[in-house]
């Protein structure tokens, strides 16, 4: 099983600011990682797939990169609305995995 | 536009089974694969069963032998069966489309709650 680690846990940030959320897996893969994001209440959310490619209408503020066994999400200015839970997740092979998620926080 | 619509949740004693049902609509649902991943109270996402177009199936370690994941494509349905429950089974409950190529999830329901107490 592939065991995702995100770092940190928590993220204080203020509003414009920029914002890196990190990612490592167990294993090395290539770009088969996924990121969500999750604010309270509601259900999760498709931001980025293939490790880089936005999904459909995710701000261009939201990027990511990586490849082997360290990947990262960046939010170049983070805006009021950003402000929640975000995971990783591989599907390089099963179990899918998710990381344990990173709370990024009003500073 | 994706609907997905879970139902089935509620209180079940330790031992007890439930199952949960996802309507999807806004989609071709006999081309997709379809998921169930939870969220436990206080903790993170955890994925716990994927069916694929042709029917196979594939559990997390912790629920194989537990939980059965089925579909029935001419009423665009997903289906968990959930056998001898526990406490530690308690979260809500999403059903999430899958892509059309690999398995990262492009919509998801709003969930469901299960809570597993005496």
């Known amino acids: 099983e592939i065991v995702m680690t995100q770092s940190p846990a928590t993220l204080s940030v203020s509003p414009g600011e920029r914002a890196t959320l990190s990612c490592r897996a167990s294993q090395s893969f290539s770009t088969n990682l996924a990121w969500y994001q999750q604010k309270p209440g509601q259900a999760p959310r498709l931001l980025i797939y293939?490790?880089?490619t936005r999904a459909t209408g995710i701000p261009a503020r939201f990027s990511g990169s990586g490849s082997g066994t360290e990947f990262t999400l960046t939010i170049s200015s983070l805006q009021s609305d950003d402000f929640a839970v975000y995971y990783c997740?591989?599907?390089?092979?099963?179990?899918?995995?998710f990381g344990g998620g990173t709370k990024v926080e009003i500073k | 536009e994706v609907q997905l619509l879970e139902s089935g949740g509620g209180l079940v004693q330790p031992g007890g089974s439930l199952r949960l049902s996802c309507a999807a609509s806004?989609?071709?649902?006999?081309?997709?694969?379809m998921t169930w991943v939870r969220r436990a109270p206080g903790k993170g996402l955890e994925w716990i069963s994927t069916?694929?177009?042709?029917?196979?199936?594939y559990y997390a370690g912790s629920v194989k032998g537990r939980f059965t994941i089925s579909r029935d494509d001419s009423k665009n349905t997903l289906y968990l069966r959930m056998d001898s429950l526990r406490a530690e089974d308690t979260a809500v409950y999403y059903c999430?489309?899958?892509?059309?190529?690999?398995?990262?999830?492009?919509?998801w329901g709003q969930g469901t709650l299960i809570t597993v107490s005496s």
């Open positions: 806004g989609f071709t649902f006999s081309s997709y694969a």
């Open positions: 997740q591989q599907y390089h092979n099963w179990p899918l995995t």
């Open positions: 999430a489309k899958d892509s059309p190529t690999l398995h990262w999830f492009e919509a």
């Open positions: 293939a490790t880089s």
């Open positions: 069916i694929n177009r042709g029917g196979n199936t």
